[in-house]
DNA sequence: AGGGAGACCCTAACACTGCTAGGGATTCCC
DNA sequence: GGGAATCCCTAGCAGTGTTAGGGTCTCCCT
């Protein structure tokens, strides 16, 4: 009884086979779905089976856990961040956009992206996202070493910045917060916080995140191209 | 019934008072042991009120919710993360050196940090870590908007970076993830990701994550320091 | 001194969760 | 025709966060 997928443990596999009714692709999108719409505390088993028609125990047949559920829901979400061609822009262009995409990616599922820290996105996209990033910077010339910094600096980064990003009101259920902190850096009492309390008005202005996002994006790449050259 | 502080709804609130037996500090701190001597899943009100010596019912005179009480733990963790004084550092040094300490920190307790992504660090220790950061800033001549910018750029790339080094296998409960990790990328096909086959080594690589931290640290404060100047 | 208010903890229970055991159909291959 | 494999089911376990409501103890006020 039950397959599952002969893969890594821990980790989701790569190999797609035909499935009759229901496969795991139809799952995690489902999954994704009732995660967008009802928000990540509202999501169960039970109800993803409802919205499946089926009964909650048969996802079990399909995925091993929830949380293996997660993994493949996860891939689905970094599947959709575009891997732009070889044209003619720099690497630090062409990453600096692929940051700016992975992270719009990221805000318009913020339920799924809270589930993102503390995982390791190597499905088969997060595999093709990783060994295309690396292919940019060693085309550009980094070393190995290099080169795997500045994936894991540009995951690391993009993945943060949006994670806190949702925190502060990015999102359906999530925007009230935004109006709550607003009001609560205004009440703050300003002898005590008098930094803080004067540049609150920058702290939730919301446009202007992009540019945030980018100003340090370029400031990681660049430092990056400049420890190149020591 | 129930007392729980009169502060702005969902934020944890900045005013102390005298308590008798059990206060919301001890509480805190509690958890805070739980979480990281059982792990994140393994946490629970019902056994952190075992660990108090009470039962789970009465934990919600002290505390609103267990979202609740993760707001006050984290601000526990926050509160860990020394402050420098002014001495005769450049603002960059200062704020590098903040940054290192604050992700030490978190990598201290890899399982509250895993609840930090989401949340809003603005109880009592959190606001004054933002206020410090913001006053650096401000003291070094950066305007209100930069400012905000710096603070909101080290705090996102910190709690993210260290949110996703713990998902690689920092800390006790994820250690085994590590070598879960290393086994999967070398068995991972060359034809199909050349890049990242070539460089897997340098990702799993465990010392030197403290000079990419650095790295990508020193990139934005750079760039933040360039846009001043336009 | 007596009464009341509040602090602080309890028992009982509700509605829900992830998940397993084990059993029926249906389909396909030998 | 027999057997394996696929895919879904019912029943149920152990555990969760949280509420309702009731006790007891302390302290203050009259």
Redesign the pocket.
């Known amino acids: 009884?039950a397959?599952q997928e002969p893969d890594i443990p821990g980790l989701p596999g790569g190999i797609e086979e035909a499935?009759?009714?229901?496969d795991r692709a139809q799952i995690a999108q489902a999954a994704l779905d009732l995660l967008d719409e009802q928000g990540f505390d509202a999501?169960?088993?039970?109800?993803l089976?409802v919205a499946l028609?089926?009964?909650?125990?048969?996802l079990?047949?399909?995925v091993?856990?929830?949380?293996e559920?997660f993994d493949l829901l996860i891939d689905v979400v970094v599947g959709k961040c575009p891997l732009p061609d070889d044209d003619g822009r720099s690497w630090e262009e062409r990453l600096v956009g692929l940051g700016l995409e992975l992270r719009q990616v990221l805000l318009a599922h913020p339920a799924a992206t809270r589930l993102l820290p503390g995982r390791v996105p190597f499905g088969p996209n997060g595999l093709r996202l990783a060994d295309h990033i690396i292919g940019v910077l060693r085309q550009a010339g980094f070393d190995n070493r290099l080169s795997g910094y500045g994936y894991l600096l540009l995951l690391f980064y993009v993945v943060g910045f949006a994670g806190q990003e949702i925190a502060f009101g990015k999102g359906p259920e999530n925007h009230a917060r935004l109006g709550q902190i607003t009001g609560f850096l205004r009440d703050l009492p300003a002898d005590r916080y008098p930094h803080l309390t004067a540049v609150a008005d920058e702290l939730t202005a919301r446009p202007g995140l992009t540019h945030r996002f980018e100003l340090g994006l370029v400031g990681i790449l660049g430092e990056l191209d400049r420890r190149r050259r020591e």
Chains 1, 2 share one sequence.
Do not use: N, Q, V
């Open positions: 009884m397959r499935e009759p009714r229901l999501f169960s088993m039970r109800k089976a028609g089926i009964k909650s125990p048969s079990y047949w399909h091993r856990s929830k949380d559920l």
